[in-house]
């Protein structure tokens, strides 16, 4: 009975019960959400999707449609080269003909507009789920050898 | 019939077993349209808190064992045998409170002792849950994982269910019991 005088282990109590509830749910929807996507395959929505090739050449592919980044590049007619690194996506190689270039310090990395300008792209292009009108941009940017840090376009 | 008397099972216990594991059968009947929502798990272990933890987990098997032969959602041997032996935690766990409580007074703790049963009556569900999804999966051939995800919202309702029925009954069903049956914990009377 001198257990039920300690308030910190009744709370300790509920607060493990509705860790375990609240893990479960995030269980739940997670098998839901992945069950679904790999059901359907995703729903293929417009996107403005550009390119630069960081010389002076942009070019827009407007209302492109994709369910995922990668599928949007595709649909575009973009031809890419990939390395498949498992669960943890594509990553972009090259890029209609333009490989990325150690000498030069060089790779494809895509970013996304937004308020505040272009931000850079989280996650693999065949992981990421594009949203309708998005506005997603391929640079073929410098990367810093020591921050591996890549600049954002102009 | 000294016998009878002095044995752990005298007439008095069976009797209390069997209206026990009645009261099982039909609380889960008039439940039967309101999936996972059970009244009986709380008995089994009011039963195990009130007589120890053998005539508790006894009432959890028996209970089982006559309402799955007649469960109106089907049988099926392996998921029985899991619910059956799965029911008797909650027996044993009341039994084993119910030592713990036996001589302590419950006035002036009332909030306290909610809140504690009410957690005590979560982690039996969980682990029982967990068994009987890890067996149903086992039973159909489908993986563990997805088996135990897809009854998520089973399993939380069965578990939220159990918190409320154990939290807020516990103590009452506890004193009433014991003003019928004459302090009857464990065999020991707080009186």
Not at chain 2, 31 to 47: A, C
Not at chain 2, 50 to 65: K, M, N, R, Y
Not at chain 2, 99 to 124: C, H, Q, V, W
Request: hydrophobic share 45%; aromatic share 16%.
């Amino acid at each position: 009975m001198a257990f039920l005088k300690n308030k910190w282990a009744l709370a300790t109590l509920v607060l493990l019960c509705w860790a375990i509830i609240a893990s479960s749910v995030l269980g739940y929807y997670y098998y839901q959400y992945t069950d679904l996507v790999s059901r359907i395959g995703g729903v293929p929505v417009p996107v403005n999707l550009g390119i630069d090739y960081a010389n002076g050449t942009r070019q827009w592919f407007n209302g492109t449609k994709g369910a995922t980044l990668y599928d949007s590049m595709i649909q575009a007619g973009w031809d890419v080269e990939v390395t498949s690194f498992g669960i943890m996506g594509y990553y972009v190689n090259s890029i209609n003909g333009v490989e990325e270039s150690t000498e030069e310090s060089k790779s494809w990395g895509w970013w996304t507009w937004t308020d505040y300008g272009w931000a850079h792209g989280g996650s693999a292009c065949d992981k990421y789920i594009v949203s309708t009108g998005e506005i997603i941009i391929w640079y073929y940017s410098y990367v810093d050898p020591t921050t591996f840090e890549m600049t954002p376009p102009p | 019939m000294d016998y009878l008397t002095r044995s752990k099972m005298n007439v008095r216990r069976v009797s209390i077993v069997a209206i026990f594991v009645a009261l099982c059968v039909a609380t889960n009947y008039a439940l039967v349209g309101v999936p996972n929502i059970k009244v009986m798990d709380f008995i089994v272990f009011i039963g195990g808190f009130c007589f120890g933890p053998f005539i508790g987990a006894l009432i959890g098997v028996l209970s089982w064992a006559v309402y799955g032969i007649i469960n109106p959602y089907g049988f099926v041997l392996q998921v029985w045998l899991a619910t059956m032996f799965s029911e008797s935690i909650y027996g044993l766990l009341g039994g084993l409170l119910g030592k713990k409580f036996a001589l302590a007074s419950y006035d002036g703790n009332r909030l306290e002792l909610s809140i504690f049963f009410g957690t005590m009556g979560f982690i039996p569900t969980l682990i029982y849950d967990l068994v009987t999804n890890f067996v149903y999966a086992l039973a159909f051939g489908i993986p563990v994982f997805v088996a135990i995800l897809t009854g998520t919202p089973f399993t939380i309702l069965h578990e939220v269910s159990n918190v409320a029925i154990f939290g807020v009954s516990t103590v009452p069903v506890v004193t009433v019991l014991e003003k019928l049956l004459g302090g009857e914990r464990v065999g020991v009377s707080k009186k």
